[in-house]
């Protein structure tokens, strides 16, 4: 079924068509619809009634459905269900917000017997809402129903009245297949996940976790990815979420819940996924070498796994849970399958692994997450297109049509241009944002760099507090692009002046190596913005060069914005260049499609093969840490050297620069 579609009842034939139209429907609208049984959080039993089911879509009354007809039974599903999202409310604190079910449960609910009678017309007429209020809670409910618990102090129960607030307080639900992976069981031992940055792989494998946790309180589960800081950061979210999930156990680490990078050191089998299983199966845990890379690491366990007999039914792990999948070899995966009783479930970026030449053909995702949630459509379009030179004569990198469709791209050839035209799907996080308000904006520079690039980022932000008065120093990132000691001057010079003419202080964000605090503008270069996101961004760069690292970090930079990115670049030796680069803008501005010329084939082989011997997708952490991870430096000193080599090498720096100052600094 469509990933507009998300549904756990098992349809009859009587209700089949009408499930079908409803699909169409949904896809045509670009609609998310869940219909279900009962809540998908919080309830353990099954209802009496095996007959009854509820269709849920944002923005439209829940419709409370029978094959039978027998409306008391009906009524009584009804009330069950009502009763339980009640009970789900109050649980996660929403009740204060949207009140008891008595107070919604008329206003916002319909029954409709005889469900093998019912067609689409007759669903959308007993499921409209007209009132915004009564929309946005009925957005509340399915967010409860389905699990998609937002935090209602932050999205608040008010129509919110300006872009802004939109975005702020807009109510994150899981689409078709985001929920599919976190709550049905596909019966097999190796679940693969894919999808753009900004997808929520990583959110999803929390809400994994933390099914598979409450499920069973005698589990043993591993989460881990690749290197010791990321290990670090999500071992940290891991309590918060349970926390926010209201999950009662406690979390007992390193009993039932391991989370660590993957390596780890021989004879200690807790500081990493690698080295528990070969303590769990007493064989070498092998060190880091020249001679001895992760790949060959795995490969030798293996090895002295087979020929000690298998594992002989003892497992590890009964799950396991692996982040960021691009960076690990495939005999790693194997291992932990080995290793596994039940399932693995493996999150990757395929934006990252689509050029990998380790990328495994044979395996294909379960899931592959094309929607991205972070960012407006059009600025992802905007943002790849200029990444891969789409809007030049001459590429830098080209998709086949089984990785647009990957990235989440509708292509179809123009039959009288043989132009590409590539769009993508609207999401719901962008429907209610004016129209007139355009995702980004490229301002050409005139006149001296750094002295222009001040003066218009503090344009920018004016322009940013004009439009929106409620806006605060926490939803604007500056993020510099370039390498150099200029980026430094011109940080300092803006470090002074954004305080004095806008009333903002500043977080240089590369010297402070924190998020910003309450009242803080972020301010840093490519290397400190992993993982961050802002309503607003301001991405500055004194060129247009044509490396791949370059384009990466513009794309980077310039899709960490929920609203607007203000992209600016000086006029100069790119100038037909950037006036191509401009009106392909101005055309996804206005018609939200990309127009591109396909180079011919032997190009698209000659690009292929260029970006897999030259290009990196990594940003400069992910690099400077699988480096470090690579040298067997003790995790107590990778912070250290990580910063070391951020204040020592250009955002840029090849992978050879890097590892020839991460051998250098941990030799001293």
């Not at 005999?331 to 990252?352: H, P, W, Y």
């Amino acid at each position: 079924m469509s990933s507009y579609i998300f549904s756990s009842i098992e349809a009859s034939a009587e209700i089949e068509g009408f499930l079908h139209e409803l699909a169409d429907w949904c896809a045509e609208k670009f609609v998310q619809c869940y219909i279900i049984d009962k809540p998908l959080i919080e309830v353990k039993g099954n209802y009496e009634s095996d007959k009854c089911f509820a269709i849920l879509i944002p923005k439209r009354k829940i419709v409370f459905a029978s094959c039978s007809t027998d409306e008391n039974t009906l009524s009584e599903y009804a009330d069950d269900f009502v009763e339980d999202i009640g009970y789900i409310s109050t649980k996660f604190n929403y009740k204060e917000k949207i009140g008891r079910p008595k107070r919604w449960q008329n206003i916002l609910t319909s029954q409709k017997p005889n469900a093998e009678n019912l067609s689409i017309a007759e669903y959308l007429e007993a499921s409209e809402l007209d009132n915004p209020e009564e929309q946005r809670l009925s957005e509340l409910l399915v967010s409860l129903a389905t699990g998609s618990i937002n935090d209602i102090e932050r999205v608040g129960v008010e129509v919110p009245e300006n872009d802004l607030d939109r975005i702020k307080r807009n109510i994150l639900l899981f689409d078709g297949d985001q929920t599919r992976f976190v709550y049905q069981d596909l019966k097999q031992k190796e679940v693969r996940i894919q999808g753009l940055s900004g997808t929520g792989k990583t959110e999803l494998l929390l809400h994994k976790l933390k099914e598979l946790y409450v499920a069973d309180d005698s589990s043993k589960i591993a989460v881990t990815c690749h290197n010791k800081i990321l290990a670090a950061n999500l071992r940290a979210r891991i309590p918060k979420f349970f926390n926010f999930m209201k999950v009662e156990q406690q979390i007992e680490w390193n009993q039932r819940l391991l989370c660590v990078h993957a390596w780890g050191s021989s004879g200690q089998p807790y500081s990493g996924a690698y080295a528990a299983i070969c303590s769990a199966y007493d064989i070498p845990c092998h060190p880091w070498s020249r001679s001895m890379d992760f790949d060959r690491a795995c490969s030798l366990s293996l090895e002295a796994l087979k020929a000690k007999g298998g594992t002989d039914g003892v497992y590890a792990f009964d799950y396991m849970l692996i982040d960021e999948s691009q960076d690990f070899p495939e005999s790693f995966f194997v291992l932990c399958e080995l290793a596994t009783k039940n399932s693995l479930f493996i999150a990757g970026d395929i934006f990252q692994s689509i050029f990998d030449e380790r990328k495994n053909a044979g395996a294909k995702a379960e899931f592959t997450l094309s929607k991205c949630y972070r960012t407006a459509p059009t600025t992802l379009m905007f943002a790849q297109a200029l990444a891969m030179g789409y809007f030049e004569d001459r590429k830098l990198n080209w998709l086949d049509n089984d990785d647009l469709d990957a990235c989440g791209y509708q292509n179809h050839t123009d039959p009288h241009t043989g132009e590409l035209i590539l769009k993508r799907e609207p999401i719901s996080r962008f429907e209610d944002i004016s129209q007139e308000s355009r995702s980004v904006d490229l301002i050409r520079l005139n006149g001296e760099y750094r002295q222009q690039s001040c003066l218009q980022i503090i344009e920018c932000i004016r322009d940013i507090k004009r439009q929106y008065p409620n806006v605060t120093a926490n939803d604007v990132g500056i993020i510099m692009i370039d390498k150099g000691k200029a980026i430094y001057e011109m940080s300092d010079m803006l470090a002074q002046i954004i305080p004095r003419e806008v009333g903002w202080p500043v977080n240089k964000a590369y010297e402070s190596g924190n998020p910003s605090k309450d009242g803080e503008l972020f301010l840093s270069n490519t290397n400190h913005v992993k993982g961050l996101e802002f309503p607003f961004v301001i991405c500055v760069t004194s060129h247009l060069s044509e490396s791949f690292n370059h384009r990466n970090a513009l794309y980077m930079a310039i899709t960490r914005s929920f609203l607007k990115t203000y992209f600016l670049v000086p006029n100069g030796a790119m100038n037909q260049t950037l006036d191509r680069i401009q009106e392909g803008l101005e055309k996804i501005s206005e018609s939200g499609v990309l127009r591109v010329m396909p180079p011919p084939a032997e190009e698209q082989d000659r690009i292929r093969a260029s970006v897999k011997w030259h290009g990196r997708l990594k940003s400069f952490d992910d690099l400077a840490l699988d480096i470090l991870t690579e040298l067997g430096t003790p995790e107590s000193q990778v912070a250290r050297y990580l910063n070391a080599m951020k204040s020592l090498l250009d955002p840029d720096a090849s992978k050879v620069e890097i590892h020839k100052l991460a051998r250098k600094l941990t030799s001293e």
